[in-house]
């Protein structure tokens, strides 16, 4: 049974979750374009962070590599002159030197591979972030679609107002007529109490009618007009 309980709270949960992403979809992929953009500038840091030290060390390999020549051309002189001890020192002073500029230039090597690596992701990430902006834009008119619709379908499913509104035309619209139904009802009472049959025999051509009515008032005045 608990886990029962669990696996349904699980599925509640995603569910909630899946209904949360589907609502807010459009500022989720905003915040997500965000994130990528810091990523972006973090990476193009590392980058220029990189190609500094790539330039630094170029420019400190080129100034001993020249100190190095400098000390040959000093070092052959001395050797020319007698002055062994001289050239000697200077010997050694650039093998030193050429040690150094051994380790700087592995030191190039390794900087040059991450500055390509590392440009490569930077510019593949750029071009995803585009494509992640033109999706960012019809996401958002696809979803401003979506909503005018549902809004629109919320208007139009009103059932309840149009339902009443319907039973309330039909009610009004259906009633009996209250003078057409109280006429009818003294023509009821007449039949049943026969308080009319002075007037049915009067109509049949038995007697004058008891009661005068609009017809007979017509009829009376075009007569003294003939």
């Known amino acids: 049974m608990i886990n029962m309980f669990s696996t349904l709270m699980k599925s509640f949960s995603a569910k909630a979750e899946d209904r949360i992403v ?18 972006l500038a973090g990476a193009k840091r590392t980058l ?14 080129n100034s001993i590599t020249a100190r190095a020549r400098d000390l040959e051309k000093r070092a052959t002189a001395a050797l020319d002159a007698g002055r062994d001890e001289l050239a000697q020192d200077a010997a050694e002073a650039i093998a030193d030197i050429e040690n150094e500029a051994s380790v700087r230039r592995a030191t190039m090597d390794e900087l040059e591979r991450r500055v390509s690596r590392t440009k490569m992701a930077v510019e593949k990430a750029h071009r995803r972030i585009i494509d992640l902006k033109q999706g960012l834009i019809t996401a958002r008119a696809i979803d401003a ?27 009004v619209t259906n009633s009996s007529d209250p003078l057409e139904e109280s006429n009818i009802l003294d023509e009821i009472d007449s039949s049943l109490s026969k308080a009319d049959i ?10 004058e009618k008891s009661k005068i009515e609009a017809t007979d008032v017509i009829a009376r005045l075009k007569s003294q007009q003939n």
């Open 198 to 207: 002075g007037d049915r025999m009067a109509r049949a051509g038995f007697g």
């Open 48 to 61: 220029a962070s990189l190609i500094m030290r790539q330039r630094s060390e170029e420019k400190i390999l």
């Open 145 to 171: 679609d979506r909503r005018t619709h549902k809004s629109l379908d919320r208007s139009l499913s009103n059932g309840s107002a149009i339902h009443e509104a319907e039973a309330l035309i039909a009610r």
């Open 22 to 39: 589907d609502e807010y979809a459009v500022e989720l992929i905003e915040q997500k374009v965000r994130e990528a953009e810091a990523g």
